[in-house]
């Protein structure tokens, strides 16, 4: 059964840093783009940017840039955000999300359950 | 870039139909025919039901259709049902391999 099983809850303090990891089952890790999707506490989706775990190339939005790294381990099918210098701001769901069709694949067919993550002093 | 517009609750009656809009740019909705919409229930994740404005994933109902006019695409579900009340997101590419979201609509079905 395909599906992006995602790691738990995790509650961090100002100043942490968090890796939120993304494990695929079913289908090919190599042979589509991963996406990561936040959605902070009654608001909307938010993209952050992806990763081609074929090559290791990403691409974040520039309100990211410098505290988002996006890696991935091709060996056991996972792939990782890391998101450093934590605020209150950034608690919120981390989505991944499997992107299909061509270059960065524009489109999310397939979504990780979501992890929980509670930034609070 | 600025979210997508999209209104943020419409509603309507079983078996009637409603539209959802997604206003956008040239710079992304009116620019490229990437885009999806996907439907949202409380505490689960997004789930894709219409991509490229207009072709729906296999398994959604064609009650759900997709269009694209200029800047705005729009979401209709005709034939509404008890089980489509939920949060809808449109999603367009925004050139530059980068993606950009709407604010949402919460529909009811009343």
């Known amino acids: 059964q395909v599906q992006l099983v995602q790691s738990g809850a995790e509650v961090k303090k100002p100043g942490d840093s968090v890796k939120v990891s993304c494990k695929v089952f079913?289908?090919?890790?190599?042979?589509?783009?991963m996406h990561w999707v936040r959605q902070a506490p009654g608001q909307g989706l938010e993209w952050m940017g992806w990763?081609?775990?074929?090559?290791?190339?990403?691409k974040y939005i520039e309100k990211f840039k410098g505290r988002v790294t996006m890696t991935r381990d091709t060996s056991i099918s996972t792939a990782y955000m890391e998101l450093t210098s934590l605020s209150s701001d950034d608690t919120a769901t981390y989505h991944c999300?499997?992107?299909?069709?061509?270059?960065?694949?524009?489109?999310?067919?397939?979504w990780g359950q979501g992890t929980v993550l509670t930034v609070s002093s | 870039q600025s979210a997508l517009t999209q209104p943020r609750s419409v509603s309507g009656s079983p078996g009637q139909s409603v539209t959802i809009s997604c206003t956008g740019t040239?710079?992304?909705?009116?620019?490229?025919?990437?885009l999806s919409w996907y439907q949202q229930h409380p505490g689960k994740a997004p789930k894709l039901i219409i991509y490229?404005?207009?072709k729906r994933p296999s398994g959604v109902p064609d009650r759900f259709s997709g269009s694209k006019s200029g800047s705005t695409a729009s979401l209709t579900i005709s034939g509404l049902q008890a089980e489509d009340e939920a949060d809808y997101y449109c999603?367009?590419?925004?050139?530059?391999?980068?993606?950009?979201f709407g604010g949402g609509t919460k529909l009811t079905v009343l």
């Open positions: 040239s710079s992304n909705v009116g620019g490229y025919n990437y």
């Open positions: 990763i081609d775990p074929n090559t290791g190339d990403t």
């Open positions: 999300a499997r992107g299909f069709g061509g270059t960065a694949g524009l489109r999310n067919d397939i």
């Open positions: 079913g289908y090919t890790f190599t042979g589509y783009y």
């Open positions: 999603c367009s590419y925004a050139g530059d391999y980068s993606l950009l």
């Open positions: 490229d404005v207009t």
